[in-house]
């Protein structure tokens, strides 16, 4: 079968048989450039495992903010994880490194094996998405512990390593994945824990959690050693959210036939809210 292009000239598809590729395919790589909102052009990288089932995008933003976006389609986990560096001019010599994990929608991104078969026909093209889906508010309800991490999905332990304790993820998603994988919410009791920040915080017997008090924003918080509540939103600028599907004379007399003919992009933003044992760990949140 030959490539199909889309109508703005961007991908074409080889749609080729799985055989027919040279063994070892099932882990293939893009560098997209990608224009921002803040007219800044960055790079991202674009990897798909067919065997894993998995996609990993990253790119680094103009402040040095390294983003690292994973999908487990077989989990339905989403992790986001950023590196973000210290402001040496206020004490921070060091660099801290944050993994946000919540449930992820198979159909909010074209599938691996699509993903895996997807080539740029101009690779020095600046893109755009064509659909800007806003911005999603997350509150972290657990510090989720690496070592037993995979219970949620195999590649945490290994991409949040570095993160330590700066692990999160919330409870309605633990309730999606419990439900997933045919098991009890309080089986990932051995790997989540509820932030200890707040007095009145406590588990039930059902892993529900009760009788939250809010933390003041590190925003409005002066003392650098006071424990609050930090935002750090981390937007993914251009990402294929869909197939396009053009039709075309079928193999009979007046007959129509469907064949995917490119990609929809889009783009989306997360805030996440989370527990910080000082603000100092949150200086951007001001």
């Known amino acids: 079968m030959m490539p199909y292009t889309n109508s703005f000239g961007r991908f074409t598809y080889a749609f080729v048989l799985f ?22 052009v960055v790079q991202e990288n674009i990897s798909a495992n067919v065997s894993d089932d998995t996609v990993t995008l990253e ?28 402001e040496e001019e206020r004490g921070q010599s060091q660099y801290q490194v944050m993994c946000f994990i919540f449930h992820f929608p198979k159909d909010s991104f074209i599938s691996s094996d699509a993903m ?3 080539r740029q026909k101009n690779p020095g093209t600046i893109r755009t998405p064509e659909e800007d889906l806003g911005r999603t508010n997350r509150t972290m309800d657990y510090v989720v512990f690496v070592q037993h991490s995979g219970m949620i999905s195999p590649y945490i332990p290994d991409l949040c390593a570095e993160a330590g304790t700066n692990v999160y ?44 008090s809010s933390l003041p924003s590190c925003t409005d918080t002066k003392n650098m ?31 129509v036939m469907s064949y995917r003919c490119g990609i929809k992009t889009c783009r989306t933003c997360h805030l996440f809210a989370y527990y910080v044992a000082q603000k100092q760990m949150c200086l951007w949140d001001e």
């Open 19 to 40: 055989l027919s590729v040279v063994v070892g395919f099932s882990d293939t790589q893009l560098v997209i450039n990608v224009r921002n909102q803040g007219g800044d």
């Open 225 to 255: 050693l006071t424990q609050c509540q930090c935002h750090l939103e981390l937007c993914i600028g251009w990402y294929p959210c869909g197939l396009k599907y053009c039709k075309g004379k079928g193999p009979t007399k007046n007959s």
């Open 116 to 118: 895996s078969k997807l």
């Open 59 to 86: 790119f680094q933003r103009s402040d040095g903010t390294l983003v690292t976006q994973l999908i487990d389609f077989k989990n339905e986990v989403q992790v986001l994880k950023s590196l973000i560096l210290g």
């Open 169 to 212: 993820a919330r409870h309605e998603d633990i309730i999606k994945w419990a439900a997933l994988q045919g098991i009890s919410e309080t089986s990932y009791l051995t790997a989540i824990k509820a932030f200890p920040s707040t007095p009145n915080l406590f588990l039930s017997n059902d892993l529900r959690i009760e009788d939250t």
